[in-house]
């Protein structure tokens, strides 16, 4: 997101409303006159004082190119910034400028002339100064923000005005390695144009290693969210500023949102398998679920499984202590948790798939490109016929494991619903507010399906 730079004459509001509605926004806020300061070690007055006003002029200059280096913030800038037109021009690449235009005699009944350097002659010389300023605060400004009626009501305009200019041109993007074959973009673009105006996704191909260079540049040029693949899931969380209960019962996170320098993380995958089964009529409350496989996968969705209220949770994975850990993990932090770990061998298959309402196959047993083939199908048969089955992959659109489920009547369901939906959940996120679900699954799987063969 772009800056929000206020300008305007000293006593006009800008500290003030600039605090409040970043606040509002969730975006940074910077007082370039306090940020001075801080760097100075002395008072704006004593600058003046000890320096001279032109020593003063020069930090400020200074002070505008090293904030315009960085995105997502409100910046209030100090009254005489529009003096230099080098400043307006720095600032202004980096965001839009907003006049927070007061009439001076409610500055004047406002503002504390004894502590204003430059008011040190009194009220006439701020009547000098507006006059001398007012043009340049008008030509200079992209936005002119009327500050006459109360504080709330101008406070309820800038925010508006933030809130419309977050919606052109935002930044987001998926990063992972390998990344050429993310399908996020033909997903995401599709949902975000519904609620932004020309947003951009991009594939960034980041390695593992790079999170710290990766995290500078989502801050530093205001990249407002972005997804994660393998390898990052993990390694993102020491990077982030906060993470949802979800992700940090996960360890795990598929989404940031960058709210004005401040990653915050949360994790979809699990919320978007389970809204994928409710787009089916399969509820996960009370239902008795049965895990393939004990990777990262698996682990989401033994968590939102749980948070959803799963009567149980079997875990099958071929290294048994590969389930036994992820039981472990999730009954030390959910300890009312009814989860069961075991090997996947036929027997165990077969016997725990009697009892299951939703059977999940989390391993890439089948998937396209991979060698791995079911040494044997039997389970299917145990199923009762009103459970459903899941394969998480969805190249091939129709796995052995869901073909076979088919032929014997089973409800079926493969990994390209959840895909849609996990994505629909992070940009939920990113846009700030709940969506209509089911129209942006359509619209997203009618794009997903005219770019790429599924
Ligand atoms: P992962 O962390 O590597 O875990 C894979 C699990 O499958 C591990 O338990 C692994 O055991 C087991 N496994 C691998 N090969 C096996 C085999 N031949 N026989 C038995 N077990 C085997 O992977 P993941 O991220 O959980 O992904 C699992 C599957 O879900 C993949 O197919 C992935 O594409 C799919 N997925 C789909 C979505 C979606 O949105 N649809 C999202 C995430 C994942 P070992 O550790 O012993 O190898």
Redesign the pocket.
């Known amino acids: 997101m772009k800056n929000i730079i206020l300008t305007g004459l000293m006593g006009s509001g800008k500290s003030s409303l600039g605090k409040a509605a970043a606040k509002a926004t969730g975006m940074a806020f910077v007082d370039m006159d306090a940020f001075i300061e801080r760097g100075a070690g002395m008072s704006v007055s004593e600058l003046f004082e000890k320096f001279g006003e032109e020593r003063f002029r020069d930090m400020e200059t200074k002070t505008c190119y090293m904030l315009a280096q960085k995105q997502g913030q409100v910046i209030a800038t100090g009254g005489g910034v529009i003096l230099n037109e080098e400043n307006i021009t720095a600032l202004s690449r980096s965001g839009i400028i907003i006049f927070v235009d007061r009439p001076l005699e409610k500055i004047l009944a406002d503002v504390d002339i004894a502590s204003r350097p430059l008011l040190k002659e009194g009220a006439d010389k701020l009547k000098k100064i507006y006059n001398e300023r007012i043009d340049r605060y008008q030509t200079s400004a992209q936005i002119i923000l009327e500050n006459s009626c109360s504080e709330e009501e101008t406070l309820s305009k800038l925010v508006n005005i933030i809130q419309s200019e977050r919606r052109k041109e935002p930044k987001f993007a998926v990063i992972g390695d390998p990344i050429s074959h993310s399908l996020s973009p033909e997903i995401h673009l599709p949902i975000l144009g519904q609620y932004f105006d020309n947003p951009s996704y991009e594939k960034i191909q980041i390695k593992k290693g790079e999170l710290l260079y990766w995290v500078r540049k989502v801050r530093d040029e205001g990249i407002d969210g972005f997804n994660l693949t393998?390898p990052h899931k993990v390694d993102i969380i020491p990077f982030l500023d906060q993470i949802d209960d979800e992700a940090r019962l996960a360890g795990s996170v598929n989404t940031v949102v960058n709210g004005g320098g401040k990653l915050y993380g949360y994790t979809t995958?699990g919320q978007?398998?389970f809204a994928s089964l409710l787009d089916a009529g399969v509820e996960c409350k009370g239902a008795n679920i049965l895990i393939?496989?004990?990777?990262?996968?698996?682990?989401?969705l033994t968590i939102r499984a749980v948070l959803d209220g799963a009567k149980s949770i079997t875990i099958l994975?071929?290294?048994l202590e590969?389930?036994e850990t992820l039981k472990e993990y999730v009954t030390k932090r959910i300890p009312n948790a009814e989860i069961l770990a075991g090997k996947?061998d036929t027997a165990a298959t077969s016997r725990f798939s009697e009892r299951s309402d939703i059977v999940i196959?989390?391993?890439?047993?089948?998937?396209e490109g991979?060698?791995?083939?079911w040494n044997d199908l039997q389970f299917l048969k145990k199923i009762p016929k009103t459970a459903v089955v899941c394969?998480?992959?969805?190249?091939p659109k129709k796995t052995k494991l869901i073909e076979e489920a088919e032929h014997l009547g089973l409800k079926t369901k493969?990994?390209?619903?959840?895909?849609?939906y996990?994505a629909i959940i992070a940009d939920e996120y990113y846009i700030g507010t709940p969506v209509d679900r089911v129209a942006m699954f359509e619209l997203a799987k009618k794009n997903l399906c005219k770019e790429t063969q599924l």
Not at 361 to 367: E, F, K, L
């Open positions: 393998m995958d978007g398998f393939l496989g004990a990777g990262g996968a698996a682990s989401a994975s071929r290294r590969q389930a996947m196959n989390a391993t890439p047993i089948g998937m991979v060698q791995a083939t394969d998480l992959i969805y190249k493969n990994g390209l619903d959840m895909l849609i996990q």
